[in-house]
């Protein structure tokens, strides 16, 4: 385990980048426990859709007429297309989603304690217990914040599209984008500044070996290590969606010359985009939590 250097957080952030980088096989066990939860999961959805296909593909082809021309008829017909998917999904979902949430918590266990004793070496005192509770409370949050998120993008779309659309004025597209846009950014801020002590607590279980509550406990209280993480935890959220903005980007690139290109390029492009989007992603998950677990490690009082 690398000594935490002197200066800036984030100045010693890059500096785990260089030595996280030079260690693949790290970056390969974070992506690797991802697409084990993952795959079974995707799996399992396309199975249960296979029946649905004729209706799923309907569904397709009725989202595929809208366009921004007409934002009235564009909000009715995702408003359609919402129920009838919801109608199709609703006897899977409340068998999926704890399933689901139980498997990748599980799986996401084991695959971080594992990080953690690669990490850390003999000093790993990672906990499985610990670990399994805290990303369970933590994979709760992110259900909650996209329950949220997606009630708030109803709403807004109800309000600036339909509703007025009923009234018989025109449908101002533009606000409707902007402050979807503003709920997004601040759900995804705000779920950044409050979830960094149960990432934390996990990083100090595994320098320190402490129980849940004591780990908490001291993610939240330990103040020199709380003021280098809030540092690293808004660099993380930048990068996050520099991440984000520059795989969108990339996806609609090829969209120009959709007349000259094949269907296979289009999917092969955008595969390739999925899996390397998926690989600097976790890679930054392993920059952070080596960097938490040296500071957990460095500057406990």
């Given at each position: ?16 980048m ?8 790290l970056?390969l ?66 068998v999926?989603i ?14 971080q304690?594992?990080?953690?004793r ?35 993008l ?6 600036e599209l339909?509703?007025t659309?009923?009234l018989g ?14 709920a ?16 934390l607590?996990?990083?100090w279980n595994?320098?320190?070996?402490d ?5 908490l ?6 103040r ?11 660099v993380?959220?930048?990068v ?14 090829p ?5 000259v ?41």
């Amino acid at each position: 385990m690398s000594q935490k250097p002197k200066g800036r957080s984030t100045q010693t952030f890059v500096n785990m980048m260089a030595q996280t980088w030079k260690r693949p096989t790290l970056t390969l066990v974070e992506l690797g426990w991802r697409w084990l939860a993952g795959i079974p999961l995707i799996l399992w959805a396309l199975k249960w859709a296979q029946p649905h296909l004729p209706e799923l593909e309907a569904i397709w082809a009725q989202l595929g007429t809208m366009t921004f021309f007409h934002p009235a008829e564009m909000a009715a017909t995702i408003g359609v297309s919402s129920r009838q998917l919801l109608a199709i999904a609703r006897p899977l979902l409340p068998v999926f989603i704890p399933v689901a949430v139980l498997w990748w918590v599980a799986v996401g266990t084991f695959g971080q304690v594992l990080y953690a004793r690669r990490t850390l070496g003999a000093e790993s005192r990672a906990s499985l217990g610990v670990f399994f509770v805290l990303r369970l409370v933590r994979s709760l949050g992110v259900m909650l914040c996209w329950t949220i998120w997606l009630n708030i993008l109803l709403a807004v779309a109800h309000r600036e599209l339909h509703t007025t659309a009923t009234l018989g004025a025109e449908p101002d597209v533009l606000v409707f984008a902007a402050l979807s846009i503003v709920a997004t950014l601040a759900l995804f801020v705000g779920w950044a500044g409050i979830s960094w002590p149960l990432t934390l607590a996990m990083n100090w279980n595994a320098v320190h070996g402490d129980s849940l509550f004591a780990s908490l406990r001291s993610a939240v209280t330990q103040r020199a290590v709380r003021a280098e993480v809030m540092e690293i935890a808004l660099v993380m959220c930048i990068v996050k969606l520099a991440l984000l903005v520059l795989a969108l980007t990339f996806s609609a690139t090829p969209l120009p010359f959709s007349a000259v290109a094949t269907p296979e390029f289009l999917r092969n492009w955008w595969i390739g985009l999925i899996i390397l989007y998926s690989f600097m992603s976790d890679y930054f998950h392993g920059v952070r939590f080596r960097y938490y677990s040296v500071v957990c490690r460095d500057l406990a009082e």
